[in-house]
C-alpha cells in the first residue's frame, strides 16, 4: 500500500488544477481527504442530505440541480474543474443540503471532510477568498438560470444546452437532456424533432449532431431571442 506522501504527489501530478487550492493546505488535513470517481449519471448527493463532504471538482462536469414545481429536477448551474461542490452550505453552517448533484459527465473530485474544510478556511485567508468568488459566481449564474427558465420554451432552453455542447455529436441520452431542462422527456422529444426541422440539428441514429454551421445557427437564434 503506497504512502499517503506518494498519493499526494500522484495526485498533484494527475490533477494540476488541485496545486493553487491545497498550497496552504496542511500535510495532515490533505490525508484527510481522499479522492474519488463518479461515472457520468451518478449521484453525487441529493437535497435534503446531511453534508458530510465538500468536493473539489479534478475533471469533468457536475450538474446541480434542484426540483421544479412539477417535481422534474431542474438545471441550476454546472460546475466545471477547479471550481467546488457543497461549499455553499458548508459555508453557511446549514446541517442538510439545498440542492442535489450528479456527475454530468464521467468526472474525479477530491471529497473533503466537513471539518477539514471548516477549519481550512478558517486558516487561509486565500482560500476563503476563493471561495467567496466561486460561490458568487456560482449564485450570479444560478440566479440568472432560475430567473429566465421561468420563461422559456423548452425549444430555447434546449437550444441553449446545445450550444454549451458545442459542435460533434451529443452523447447525451433523452432522459439526461430533459433533467437538464428541467423538462420531461415527451418535452425535449418534441423539442428535438422541431429543431430537426429547422435545420439547427441533425440526427444520427437517435443522437444529436450539430455541425459548425449549425452551431453558428444555433448561437445566433438563441442571440435573437433574448
Not at 60 to 79: D, L, P, R
Request: charged share 25%; glycine share 4%.
Amino acid at each position: 500500500m503506497e504512502s499517503l506522501d506518494i498519493r499526494n504527489r500522484k495526485l498533484m501530478e494527475k490533477y494540476p488544477v488541485i496545486r493553487e487550492w491545497i498550497r496552504n493546505l496542511p500535510v495532515e488535513q490533505l490525508n484527510l481527504c481522499r479522492p474519488v470517481e463518479y461515472e457520468r449519471g451518478d449521484i453525487i448527493f441529493r437535497r435534503g442530505w446531511e453534508i458530510r463532504y465538500v468536493y473539489l471538482v479534478l475533471r469533468g462536469s457536475v450538474i446541480i440541480s434542484s426540483s421544479n414545481i412539477n417535481g422534474n429536477e431542474m438545471c441550476v448551474v454546472f460546475v466545471q474543474e477547479g471550481s467546488t461542490v457543497g461549499e455553499m452550505e458548508a459555508m453557511l453552517n446549514i446541517h442538510n443540503l439545498i440542492y442535489s448533484a450528479k456527475a454530468f459527465t464521467a468526472c474525479a473530485l477530491l471529497e473533503v471532510p466537513l471539518h477539514v474544510f471548516r477549519n481550512w478556511i478558517r486558516s487561509d485567508r486565500i482560500i476563503s477568498e476563493k471561495l467567496a468568488m466561486v460561490l458568487a459566481e456560482k449564485l450570479y449564474r444560478a440566479s440568472a438560470s432560475t430567473v429566465q427558465y421561468q420563461y422559456m420554451s423548452a425549444d430555447r432552453r434546449l437550444k441553449m444546452l446545445l450550444a454549451q455542447h458545442g459542435q460533434g455529436r451529443i452523447s447525451d441520452t433523452r432522459e439526461e437532456l430533459a433533467e437538464a431542462c428541467g423538462v420531461s422527456v415527451r418535452t425535449i422529444n418534441r423539442a428535438v424533432t422541431a429543431l430537426k426541422e429547422e435545420g439547427l440539428i441533425t440526427v444520427e441514429r437517435g443522437k444529436i449532431v450539430i455541425q459548425q454551421e449549425q452551431l453558428e445557427q444555433l448561437t445566433a437564434n438563441i442571440l435573437e431571442e433574448v
